[in-house]
């Protein structure tokens, strides 16, 4: 972890400390990430909370730090659902999207989960982000129309890619090995230089061994999620399944 963000999280740690402290009716912070939640978490330990991000599996959220009788409902939470639609013979992705949010001078924070589907796009964002948005005609070349009157597709389904191996053990560099497709020095590197998460959290160690459920990311290679390890073979090996989030 670099040293901007260890002063980042200590920044966010005070941040959610005096909101806890303050006990309001209702306090909402800006979008935080899955990595940013699992670390303030453990301080909020008194009181009442929320993490939303607009629908019920958002991977980016708000957290509502609320007094007993201020029970947050959906709307309360300062969220906008933008949706984009486009011809479906275009193709548009994920950091499409995000660029040209950001291009916008747009933080990073205001702007929650991105979910992409053929010919559509829902963007979950708050603040100044919902104004801009509803401004953007185009994303990248591709022609745009926008609404806020929409809500969330309930059909909408997360693309993945599944990935198969055999393994000894379900060690992180052997998983990785399997999942990137990369020799096991490779794989290495990459956990000793600080690329890899596991469960939304740094890792550092080969040897960390995962089970079915687990979430894995590595920076320039994606998201996956372990979603099997099956019983040893005849040659003691195991058979896990790897799904890439696309």
């Known amino acids: 972890m670099n040293q901007k963000q260890q002063d980042d999280d200590k920044i966010l740690l005070a941040h959610i400390q005096d909101m806890a402290r303050k006990n309001a009716w209702q306090s909402f912070t800006s979008f935080l990430d899955m990595r940013q939640y699992t670390l303030v978490r453990p301080i909020l330990t008194e009181g ?8 019920p599996e958002a991977e980016r959220g708000i ?3 609320y ?5 947050p409902e959906d709307s309360d939470f300062p969220i906008t659902c933008l949706t984009f639609t486009f011809r479906e013979a275009d193709t548009l992705t994920h950091r499409d999207m995000l660029g040209s949010l950001m291009a ?7 702007i929650g989960d991105i979910l992409v589907s053929p010919g559509k796009i829902q963007c979950f964002v708050t603040g100044a982000a919902a104004a801009v ?19 969330f597709d309930e059909n909408y389904h997360q693309e993945m890619q599944e990935i198969s191996g055999t393994v000894a053990s379900p060690r992180l560099d052997a998983v990785l090995k399997t999942a990137l497709h990369l020799r096991r020095e490779a794989c290495t590197e990459l956990i000793s230089r600080q690329l890899v998460m596991l469960n939304y959290q740094e890792v550092t160690e080969n040897s960390k ?5 687990d979430i894995f990311s590595v920076r ?4 996956f999620r372990l979603t099997s390890i099956s019983m040893p073979t005849k040659k003691n090996r195991l058979h896990i ?5 696309l």
Do not use: S
């Not at 916008?104 to 924070?109: A, E, H, L, P």
């Not at 320039?220 to 998201?223: A, D, N, P």
């Open 63 to 65: 957290l509502c730090i």
């Open 241 to 245: 399944v790897i799904e890439k989030y």
């Open 67 to 71: 007094a007993d009788d201020a029970v």
């Open 133 to 151: 948005g509803m401004e953007l005609t185009k994303i990248g070349r591709t022609g745009v129309k926008v609404t806020d009157a929409l809500p």
């Open 220 to 223: 320039g290679y994606g998201k």
């Open 104 to 110: 916008q001078q747009i933080q990073r924070n205001l």
């Open 209 to 213: 061994q995962l089970k079915a459920g």
């Open 48 to 55: 009442n909370y929320r993490f939303f991000g607009g629908y």
